[in-house]
């Protein structure tokens, strides 16, 4: 699916590669190499040492190690192939694709046990099962506001110990009402720092 994305132009694999560095096990210089050859690879399925040596900021014995490394641990591969009885290497970067795809089902994964942990607590806070209308709303809370299992328990928190009605609503506009203030703070402090320079 992602290659499919990748050929199409829609996945930005130079972001990707940025934010999940550490979860690939990637080195600075290995996440250069690999978007430079993902960069060749969308008009030329083999690497192309001279245009990757132009662009990054490499000798050629330390690119020859870091491309080493990335193929030793199949970011890509090389494989034969024979057309018109002509026997070209290409490049493979299925292996590359694999790793971000099981990263970010990885990722899904942590999004539902976190969901799932919210619905427990929130089941519990109201003391019933809730509503298909109620899940859809911690749903959206989670995955679309990316509110966590602690800012639901401090909400419901406050709640209880102001002595309010527990419901979705009151739980929603709480978490809403620890935005806002985030918000302010955050606007106060670059206020601060503005005034500062002035």
């Known amino acids: 699916m992602l290659k499919k994305l990748y050929d199409m132009g829609f996945f930005d694999y130079r972001n990707f590669i940025i934010c999940n560095q550490k979860s690939l096990s990637l080195n600075s210089d290995e996440a250069i190499v690999l978007i430079k050859i993902l960069e060749n690879y969308s008009h030329s399925k083999s690497i192309e040492h001279e245009k990757i040596a132009s662009s990054v900021n490499m000798t050629q014995s330390k690119l020859d190690k870091t491309l080493a490394s990335l193929n030793e641990r199949k970011f890509y591969e090389f494989y034969i192939e024979e057309k018109n009885g002509k026997v070209e290497e290409l490049v493979s970067v299925d292996g590359f694709f694999n790793r971000a795809t099981a990263i970010l089902d990885n990722k899904e994964d942590d999004i539902k046990d976190e969901l799932f942990r919210i619905l427990q607590l929130v089941t519990t806070s109201l003391n019933r099962t809730l509503t298909s209308k109620e899940i859809d709303i911690v749903s959206s ?50 206020l601060d720092f503005f005034n500062s320079i002035k």
């Open 141 to 190: 809370l989670v995955e679309e506001d990316r509110y966590k299992y602690d800012d639901f328990k401090r909400s419901i928190e406050k709640i209880s110990n102001e002595n309010r009605l527990m419901t979705i609503k009151t739980i929603s506009n709480e978490l809403n009402v620890k935005e806002e203030v985030k918000k302010s703070n955050i606007r106060s402090v670059g």
